[in-house]
């Protein structure tokens, strides 16, 4: 009898676990959708976010991608570009493409509704002429006044991390360029085992310009000076963010930069420290400056980046990103530093970028920002 009992208890323990197990079940699992509920409505409350996510999913070359997305101009610089500079594209490793526009109307509607006050960040008439992606040229001088305060001069010699060739004492460059240089210029020799790489010009005043120009004439003529030299005021050299490369020989003799390996290493890889060749043989058309092999301007990582990918200058570039990009249909470029949404505005305010961004102008019409994402 007693082991009957003691059977039936077993059996009864036995039923009360399996329900106590089932209910348990019903709990998580309620408990798993409870909690899927939450974050998708928080995921749509930050429009934002799912447009960053649809626009990784259609960031891939832009060979492709050209020919896939809906954009406006089809005969912006890139899409011919991204034809024939595939090889290009892939050997880099910076990709790119602009969200289409299906993808950036989608984050609209999840934005509108929802009640989401979006907070906005004013963009100044100064902002326009300052930053890293000004475009200076024949066409368009340099603001001298309006860069005074963030040009940050550092002398060269002075403040490099370590001893490379720089030819003049009083050489300088924007501060925040400096790290990238030092680091370009000792990559350079370590993958050429030479230590010889050095700064043959550097920060240029105007009156500087005018020198530089005058010379110019006087030694080998107008002509000469007008294929290789900017007017002053019109030179790359007043933003503090290009500089000369030069081979400086332990005799004190200088050697010829241009038919260096240095230079093809330096065409090839200056892109990785935020660097770009400014004047290509190819180029010349539009930048109206000759061939110069040893000339390389600072416009950041993610820019280099994509203009050395898609074999643009600065001029193309900055047309494209102003005929095929918006806040709602950025340029997403992913390269060594991280993956960047990149955008042209001419509006004076802008939706507050989600993340750690910078702002620079083009030097005429409008701003380019760029997020870190
Ligand atoms: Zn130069």
Same mark, same amino acid.
């Given at each position: 009898?007693?082991?009957?009992?003691?059977?039936?208890?077993?059996?009864?323990?036995?039923?009360?676990?399996?329900?106590?197990?089932?209910?348990?079940?019903?709990?998580?699992?309620?408990?798993?959708?409870?909690?899927?509920?939450?974050?998708?409505?928080?995921?749509?409350?930050? !429009?934002?976010?799912?447009? %960053?996510?649809?626009?990784?999913? %259609?960031?891939?070359?832009?060979?492709?991608?050209? +020919?896939?997305?809906?954009?406006? =101009?089809? &005969?912006?610089?890139?899409?011919?570009?991204?034809?024939?500079? =595939?090889?290009?594209?892939?050997?880099?490793?910076?990709?790119?493409?602009?969200?289409?526009?299906?993808?950036?109307?989608?984050?609209?509607?999840?934005? +509108?509704?929802?009640?989401?006050?979006?907070?906005?960040?004013?963009?100044?008439?100064?902002?326009?002429?300052?930053?890293?992606?000004?475009?200076?040229?024949?066409?368009?001088?340099?603001?001298?006044?309006?860069?005074?305060?963030?040009?940050?001069?550092?002398?060269?010699?002075?403040?490099?991390?370590?001893?490379y060739p720089?030819?003049?004492?009083?050489?300088?460059?924007?501060?925040?360029?400096?790290? %990238?240089?030092?680091?370009?210029i000792?990559?350079c020799d370590?993958?050429m085992?030479t230590s010889y790489t050095g700064i043959?010009?550097?920060?240029?005043?105007?009156? /500087?310009?005018?020198?530089?120009?005058?010379?110019?004439?006087?030694?080998?003529?107008?002509?000469?000076?007008?294929?290789?030299?900017?007017?002053?005021?019109?030179?790359?050299?007043?933003?503090?963010?290009?500089?000369?490369l030069g081979i400086f020989?332990?005799?004190?003799?200088?050697?010829?930069f241009?038919?260096s390996?240095n230079?093809?290493?330096m065409?090839?890889?200056?892109?990785?420290?935020?660097?770009?060749?400014?004047?290509?043989?190819?180029?010349?058309?539009?930048?109206?400056?000759?061939?110069?092999?040893?000339?390389?301007? /600072?416009? !950041?990582?993610?820019?280099?980046?994509?203009?050395?990918?898609?074999?643009?200058?600065?001029?193309?570039?900055?047309?494209?990103?102003?005929?095929?990009? =918006? &806040?709602?249909?950025?340029?997403?470029?992913?390269?060594?530093?991280?993956?960047? +949404?990149?955008? /042209?505005?001419?509006?004076?305010?802008?939706?507050?970028?989600?993340?750690?961004?910078?702002?620079?102008?083009?030097?005429? =019409?409008?701003?380019?920002?760029?997020?870190?994402?």
């Open positions: 009898m007693s082991e009957m009992n003691s059977r039936e208890r077993r059996r009864r323990k036995k039923k009360q676990r399996k329900i106590a197990i089932t209910v348990m079940g019903i709990l998580i699992v309620l408990l798993a959708a409870a909690a899927f509920y939450v974050t998708l409505q928080a995921k749509k409350n930050q !429009g934002g976010d799912e447009s %960053s996510v649809s626009r990784e999913a %259609s960031s891939e070359s832009l060979a492709s991608s050209s +020919s896939g997305s809906n954009q406006t =101009s089809s &005969q912006s610089p890139v899409s011919s570009a991204g034809s024939s500079g =595939s090889s290009a594209a892939s050997a880099g490793s910076a990709t790119g493409s602009a969200a289409s526009p299906a993808a950036s109307s989608v984050s609209d509607s999840a934005v +509108s509704g929802t009640s989401v006050q979006t907070e906005t960040v004013s963009l100044t008439e100064d902002e326009k002429y300052t930053g890293d992606l000004i475009l200076i040229n024949a066409d368009q001088a340099y603001d001298f006044e309006r860069n005074a305060s963030s040009i940050d001069l550092k002398n060269i010699r002075e403040s490099q991390s370590f001893s720089v030819g003049k004492e009083e050489f300088q460059v924007a501060g925040r360029v400096l790290s %990238s240089l030092d680091a370009m000792a990559a370590q993958a085992g043959s010009s550097a920060y240029r005043t105007k009156e /500087y310009q005018q020198q530089v120009w005058d010379d110019a004439v006087k030694t080998y003529g107008e002509s000469y000076a007008e294929k290789y030299v900017a007017v002053p005021g019109f030179s790359e050299h007043h933003t503090g963010l290009a500089v000369d020989y332990d005799d004190g003799s200088e050697g010829s241009s038919e390996d230079a093809v290493w065409k090839d890889n200056s892109w990785h420290y935020g660097f770009i060749r400014r004047y290509a043989e190819d180029k010349q058309a539009i930048t109206k400056i000759s061939n110069e092999a040893w000339h390389f301007r /600072y416009v !950041g990582v993610p820019h280099a980046a994509y203009m050395y990918a898609n074999n643009l200058c600065l001029e193309e570039y900055l047309d494209y990103l102003k005929n095929n990009t =918006s &806040q709602d249909a950025p340029l997403s470029v992913t390269c060594d530093t991280g993956t960047f +949404s990149i955008f /042209y505005t001419a509006d004076k305010t802008i939706r507050k970028p989600e993340g750690v961004y910078e702002l620079s102008g083009d030097n005429s =019409s409008g701003y380019i920002v760029t997020i870190a994402v």
